[in-house]
């Protein structure tokens, strides 16, 4: 009896990986793409995504969030639900357009960052403070009375 199975390849390049070849199909279906219509690649250079810390205690939801070189007045921060929206805009230093460039990633960027808050809270009394690039946005808890009610049975 013949078995059928997968092609082995030993040597230098390893064992054989059946994801190789796809992989390969997509990097070649991508540089098409390209070649056909240049300047339409996705691109992330102009999006960034801060770095969130979320801490629970005993009567606050505190989140921070790292988000360099951003003014307060280009930050927006919202509550829907159990969910705290942080989005914000980065503007560069001039406006003035220069063409001499050897190397430019310093440019407009924004981010949108959602977090999924870990009690509900209380849009009054919240505040929130950017001090040296770290925003902190404390959130008081909801004055729930028992999380946890017994049903009786009749």
Known sequence: MKKVGFPRRRGLLGPWDPFEEIRRTQDRLNELFDEISPGTELSTDNVMAPLIDVEENENNVVVTADIP??????????????????????????????ENYIHRERAYSMFSRA????????????????????????LPKSQIEDKEKKILIE
Do not use: F, H, R, Y
Not at 72 to 92: A, P, R, V
Not at 116 to 138: C, F, W
């Open 69 to 98: 070189g951003i003014n307060k007045e280009d930050i927006d921060i919202s509550i829907n639900d159990d969910m705290l929206q942080i989005t914000g805009k980065c503007q560069t230093e001039s406006e003035e357009k220069n």
């Open 115 to 138: 977090v999924k808050l870990p009690a509900s809270v209380q849009e009054d009394g919240a505040t929130a403070k950017l001090e040296n690039g770290v925003l902190k946005v404390t």
